[in-house]
């Protein structure tokens, strides 16, 4: 009987002992048969396959003995981060290149997870080649950690039917709403993202920077309690009170605006670019009908959008041979010429600005082409390795400023607050 | 003397049967437990590396964190109005249920199906006819044009009404059961003695059933603490923290954070919470039993 227990536990410690490293991940033969694999995850582009398989087959072509293998990652941002977080804080090494948002580059680069590229990518060059907001946010503390792949920025849309041309200031985004909704009932003015989420920190800081105001303060402190951010509270809260935008904007993210906009219930919205080509379908009830601005400001100077997009960085934790091979594979994608090739067929805009000079884009997307003034006015959130954890908090105060829960006062105050004591700030 | 010896022999066996089952819940669960409340001591950022002993500073900043009460206000009121309801509506459905009528197989199966479809879907559902542009429910109700999600006071009270959609069936099931095991030949008596149906629902119906309402109050109570996942579609949180639960306060903290250490606290806190919820219920039962 107590031969048989002791064997039944015996047997039951085993089992955990074997689950427990069943969880340590198989290490694949990655040097199989001469050549090397070379893992590259990404999110799926979406668009024809085709085009991007031929730019991924030319890096095989020019480098014979590598084998490329492509892994998915889940498209929403915040999913993917947490891969990351859970892989690179494990030591993953089973895939070489990755894309990053623009908000994880000082996060990653801090935490030591992703490889300084600045020998093969120097910020000057960078600098020289690339659009001002994306290499802020890819160069931290004077070296590069990654480098631009195509990037997106807030634009306004505006109806060219309903106004006279596009507002340059706060001023007269308001005149020519009510202007528009005097004529329609039922229209609606300006439709942006004001629920509690990261769009809603975008659509924030665009207008803080629009009150002439900037996200970072002395010592790279992030700044909140300032009259600028006051200012863009209140405008943000005012568009609601005043009728301008309708009180259920403080459910709407992208696609819940982009409907009301694109069945023409709406004057003006915020948006991404990728709202263009829903807008022009041939079913679309406001095709040809549509015109994109830089956001206005106070001042009525071009505004500056909230810059969006995906960077390549190279895993640190793989071997020196593959970090070379993978910065290789970086420039190959970044290429003016792949910048191209993800324009032409997937609609991403290249952080390029030589890009759009080139006649094929001109030709085909003169959508993108035209993008090129608002994209070289995109602003990064403020870059600090700290975003992932103070985003939520920005997200909350945000949210209840625009919601009317609290005044903007009250809510930077709080923001200010509960940021300084997550980074480290004394006061 | 024998006897005792076999007495010993047999509690040291029964001991021993029973070491495999304490074994595994002490891997799976205990440490899992005592593990949290480690980290929760420490200030943790995973990201940064940075990790160090705190004591107990952690907890000190939840007390003052108006976050976290506000995320346990919201939690409790939730947990309340959610029950409550649903153990309002599975009460007379239950009762219908119980009663033989043609196709009653069918009907008990099919009342099951929104409890059958997982959160994530029906939430996803939800939040489409919630949608205050081109969702049903504004259509429904034609003049209002009420945001469900997007205002603070409405968006809670929406989470609430998934819950108690999803939910009532299962707590009707299990009062069903509870039904099922009252002796017909009671209210047969009570009929002779010429009470009134609903004297019978109070006299008989109801006492024997408050077993199995206790049961349903325990089930669903501790679930409905932990509510993640239907809140987190249809709000995340939003607006203004005004639907946020502990589970996603400390998820976000956790997961998207990477604050380990804080996100520790507040699980633990959470677990307080429900363990102090579950040792209230089973008081309750204890007595019930006790009382038979």
Redesign the interface.
């Known amino acids: 009987?107590?031969r048989r227990?002791t064997l039944?536990?015996a047997s039951?410690?085993i089992a955990?002992a074997v689950g427990v490293s069943g969880c340590r991940r198989s290490e694949a033969p990655r040097e199989a048969a001469g050549r090397t694999r070379l893992v590259f995850k990404y999110q799926p582009l979406w668009g024809p396959p085709a085009p991007f398989h031929e730019l991924l087959a030319r890096f095989e072509r020019e480098n014979p003995g590598v084998e490329l293998v492509t892994e998915a990652l889940p498209n929403a941002s915040?999913l993917a981060?947490?891969f990351f977080?859970t892989a690179l804080?494990g030591g993953a090494d089973d895939f070489d290149v990755l894309v990053a948002d623009v908000v994880w580059v000082p996060?990653?680069a801090?935490?030591?997870w992703i490889a300084d590229l600045s020998e093969h990518f120097p910020p000057e060059r960078l600098r020289a080649d690339f659009f001002p907001g994306p290499v802020d946010a890819v160069v931290v503390d004077g070296r590069t950690y990654a480098v631009p792949w195509y990037l997106d920025v807030g634009v306004l849309y505006y109806r060219t039917d309903l106004v006279p041309r596009a507002p340059r200031t706060y001023e007269e985004l308001q005149r020519f709403a009510r202007e528009a909704m005097a004529e329609a009932p039922g229209l609606q003015g300006y439709v942006w993202q004001?629920?509690?989420?990261e769009g809603l920190s975008c659509n924030v800081y665009e207008a803080l920077w629009g009150h002439g105001g900037e996200a970072l303060g002395e010592g790279g402190r992030v700044l909140l309690d300032s009259e600028p951010a006051r200012e863009a509270l209140a405008y943000l809260r005012g568009l609601l009170e005043s009728g301008v935008s309708p009180?259920?904007?403080?459910?709407?993210s992208e696609e819940?605006a982009r409907?009301?906009f694109q069945e023409g219930r709406a004057v003006f919205m915020r948006n991404w670019p990728y709202a263009w080509s829903e807008a022009q379908k041939p079913d679309s009830p406001i095709r040809g009908k549509v015109g994109i601005a830089p956001l206005p400001t106070k001042s009525g100077e071009p505004g500056w959008g909230t810059l969006g997009g995906w960077q390549l960085a190279v895993n640190a934790h793989v071997s020196p041979e593959r970090r070379r091979l993978a910065a290789r594979l970086i420039a190959h994608l970044t290429s003016p010429e792949a910048n191209l090739v993800l324009a032409l067929h997937y609609a991403r805009n290249p952080p390029r600005p030589v890009v759009y000079e080139d006649p094929r884009l001109r030709e085909a997307e003169p959508f993108i082409a035209n993008l090129k003034q608002m994209v070289e006015r995109a602003r990064p959130r403020p870059v600090t390795?700290y975003y992932?954890?103070i985003?939520?908090v920005l997200?909350?105060?945000f949210?209840?400023a625009?919601?009317g829960?609290?005044t903007p006062e009250e809510a930077l105050k709080r923001a200010q607050r509960q940021v300084d004591h997550?980074t480290g700030v004394r006061e | 003397m024998n006897g005792g010896g076999s007495l010993e022999r047999e509690r040291r066996q029964a001991y021993l049967l029973v070491a495999p089952a304490v074994l595994v819940l002490a891997g799976v669960a205990l440490y899992p437990i005592l593990a949290a409340v480690w980290l929760s001591l420490h200030r943790f950022i995973l990201v940064f590396g940075e990790r160090r002993l705190t004591g107990l500073d952690n907890y000190a900043f939840l007390l003052s964190d108006a976050r976290f009460w506000a995320a346990l206000g919201n939690t409790a009121y939730f947990t309340l109005v959610a029950v409550a309801v649903e153990l309002l509506l599975a009460v007379p459905l239950a009762l219908l249920l119980n009663r033989a009528f043609p196709g009653r197989g069918l009907l008990r199966a099919s009342v099951l199906v929104p409890w059958a479809i997982p959160t994530v879907v029906s939430a996803r559902l939800w939040a489409w006819m919630f949608n205050p542009e081109y969702g049903l429910i504004n259509r429904m109700l034609p003049g209002s044009d009420i945001n469900w999600l997007g205002a603070p006071g409405y968006a809670l009270h929406a989470a609430i009404l998934v819950d108690v959609w999803k939910t009532t069936p299962f707590v009707a099931l299990l009062v069903l059961a509870g039904l099922q095991g009252i002796p017909e030949d009671l209210y047969k008596a009570a009929r002779v003695d010429g009470a009134s149906a609903w004297r019978a629902f109070r006299s008989i119906t109801l006492p024997l059933l408050k077993p199995a309402l206790l049961l349903a109050l325990l089930f669903r109570s501790l679930d409905a603490f932990r509510v993640f996942d239907a809140i987190y579609v249809l709000t995340e949180g939003g607006p203004a923290n005004t639907t946020e639960t502990l589970s996603i306060y400390a998820y976000k903290t956790l997961m998207r954070s990477g604050d380990f250490g804080y996100g520790s606290t507040l699980s633990v806190a959470t677990f307080l919470c429900v363990v102090l919820l579950a040792l209230v219920w089973l008081r309750l039962l204890g007595r019930e039993e006790g009382a038979r």
Do not use: C, I, K
Not at chain 1, 194 to 197: E, K, N, S
């Open positions: 009987m107590g227990l039944l536990l039951g410690l955990l915040d981060h947490q977080l804080e996060e990653f801090r935490a030591g004001g629920r509690q989420y009180r259920t904007v403080t459910g709407f819940e409907r009301v390795p992932n954890l985003s939520d997200q909350s105060e949210s209840a625009v919601a829960l609290r997550l």
